[in-house]
């Protein structure tokens, strides 16, 4: 389980497709201290370590993840939201976000207001029903409020903090990113649906 607080902005160093996609990302994370099979969440996903070096951990990538997430479209040098699993007695600073990807939304637009961006996504059909106002949702990682949502598109607001610690400050119009639904939205909407039935 993971909280959506960015702690890294890693980096893809290399790349390897055999079978599955093997990927080494480069990190401040002190690597010594990272077990092999500790999970990792990289934009989001969830992802076991299977090596470590010096400043850099290796991940597996299998053919779901990749058809469900960005993360196929990854190159050498992408940049990657990373944050450890949380651990009893961690902070909660964002919400419980579990690794595990839904989806992928698509940034349609963004527009200053103040010093903040507004950005307006637009989730996927069978997502969007579990996106509410004041809801959260985790977007490459980050535990982000929602707040408006019209159809399948929704809107939320990224502070200049966030745009620094992560890599929302390069984010445009265009761009996709991983998308997980609140698992609390998702159990009520599983309830209503048996209720109805």
Known sequence: MFTGIITDVGRVLSLDHRGDLHARIGTAYETAGIDI??????????????????????????????????????????????????????????????????????????????????????????LARFIAPKGSVALDGTSLTVNEVDGAEFGVNIIPHTKEVTTWGTLKAGDRVNLEVDTMARYVARLQDWQGG
């Open 37 to 126: 099979g500790a999970s990792i969440a990289c934009n989001g996903v969830c992802l076991t370590v299977t090596e470590t070096g010096p400043d850099w951990f290796g991940v597996t990538i299998s053919s779901e993840t990749l058809s469900k997430s960005t993360l196929g479209g990854w190159a050498e040098g992408t940049r990657v939201n990373l944050e450890r699993a949380l651990r009893v007695g961690d902070e909660l600073g964002g919400h419980i976000v579990s690794g595990h990807v839904d989806g992928v939304a698509e940034i349609v637009a963004t527009r200053d207001e103040g010093e903040s961006t507004r950005y307006t996504f637009r989730a996927p059909g069978t």
